[in-house]
């Protein structure tokens, strides 16, 4: 078996194919003897069963591989085991000193949990819970409005005592010699791929014999993980759950989430989930609550214009090279774009992208700057510090629309509202497959994306006929939804 620190795909391969080969290659690192043998010793100490500690060992590989580069990153590296080595110590040694006090210990009891919440937006997002359920709890690592019930996780501290630091004897010594035993052998230093388990376990077993509830529900699907659902089942809890706030992707963050119920925009989106080894009991269509929260329940703005023409853009997206030909295959559709507003100058055509990472802001592309330095389309990113929701506001305002990447697309299209996905060569199948699913939503040439958009100027789109439930589910209540789906 290759060393995972010289594991290189060939990423002139379909992203699918690399997925496969990247897929099959963590399977065979997990299921390596020596690795596998300090699985079940870990899967004893910390009283969590083998295959929930595999699972979130595939999450935490492949988050670290490196999409545009086709190798996992310097994570794993050997000569980084010295200050990995550093940094396992210190956390012991952090949670002991900040331990709670067991006489401090008290039991708190709520209907349903919302996990992982990093801002006052996402908690408004959820506050619809409160119609449906008498106590709502948010976890957050910072301060939350004051107006919701929320729990601060800071940073490891005030673990609970009782379970865990009975714990911390065999980790501390033996188990740290154990780790570096094996990646010794395996050239890889695996101490932070252990410890990201120790982690987990650690924070959730002390939240979850704190916070006693039935229901736990949270928006980010690269942020599950199979020990929480495994501890918060221990502890009494019934439903873990998550909602599909974003497409999924071959290759792409959310591979291997998993939860008791997947929220789906629509009838038919959580496909590519289950290829990017997603594992849910239930699929449950219920439509977009980002949609609802930031356009169905919020005042319009009069003030958007309308186009004739609309592209959604999502932010620079390099860093999503699924294969040799991705960013090319990106590059074109704004080529197109351009082309089509120089082709018919008497229509009104503009980009609607949307702020993100600096570091990735469209603006700062060289190659987006050249295309349209002498163009007719109308670049905007809004009118002001709320820009996200007028992605909405330009899409219905507008005569056509088209994307490359963007969730907003099937939201519309669940809406009654055509969206043209631009795929220059079909070749963008990490996120449109070219199955019948995603076909009938995008076009391959420059040809074919100007008929659709004068089809959909003339009401003759061969969306028309789509049953529109499957790309997304109407989206005026979907709390309502999740809620009856939950209590159901």
Known sequence: MKNINIFLVDRKETPEEINKVLFNFI??????????????????????????LEHDCKSYLH???????GKFNSTFKFKKIFFSSIKYFIFFIW????????????????DIIVDLVLNNDEVRKFLPLKENFKDVLFISHTNLNANSNF??????KKLQKT???????????????????????????????????????????????????????????YRTSAIKQFLFHKHGGKITSVIQKNLPQVLGQGTFCIADYFFSLGKKTHT?????????KKIIPVGSVFMETVYFKKKRNPNIPS???????????????????????????????????????????????????????????????????????KITNGIDDESKRYSYEYAFNAKAVCAFQSTVGFEIIGHGKPCIFMDPGGKNTAFLPNDDFYSQVKVKTYEEFVKEVFNVFEGKSIQSNLNSENYCLKSENVIKRICESLKS
């Open 307 to 377: 186009y004739d023409l609309v592209l959604i853009s999502s932010p620079d997206m390099r860093r999503y090279g699924t294969h040799y030909d991705f960013v090319k295959c990106w590059h074109e559709h704004f080529i197109w774009l351009n082309k089509f507003s120089i082709d018919y100058p008497e229509k009104s055509v503009a980009l609607k992208y949307k702020h993100d990472n600096p570091k990735y802001t469209l603006t700062k592309n060289k190659f987006f700057q050249e295309v349209f330095k002498n163009s007719n389309v």
């Open 95 to 110: 949670i002991s000193f900040f331990k709670k006090s067991s006489k401090n210990k008290k039991e708190l009891r709520v």
């Open 27 to 52: 399977e065979n690192f997990l299921n390596e003897k020596d690795f596998s043998k300090l699985l079940i010793w870990l899967s004893r100490t910390l009283s969590v069963p083998k295959d929930k």
């Open 163 to 221: 379970f865990l630091f009975s714990k911390i004897p065999y980790l501390f010594f033996l188990g740290f010699l154990k780790i570096v035993f094996v990646s010794i052998k395996k050239k890889t230093n695996l101490i932070p791929l252990i410890l990201n388990l120790i982690k987990t376990t650690f924070k959730y077993e002390s939240l979850f014999s704190e916070i006693k509830a039935d229901y736990l529900i949270q928006e980010r699907i």
């Open 63 to 69: 988050e670290n591989f490196i999409i545009e580069e």
């Open 272 to 280: 590519l989930a289950i290829k990017a080894g997603g594992n849910f």
């Open 151 to 156: 729990y601060i996780f800071d940073k490891y």
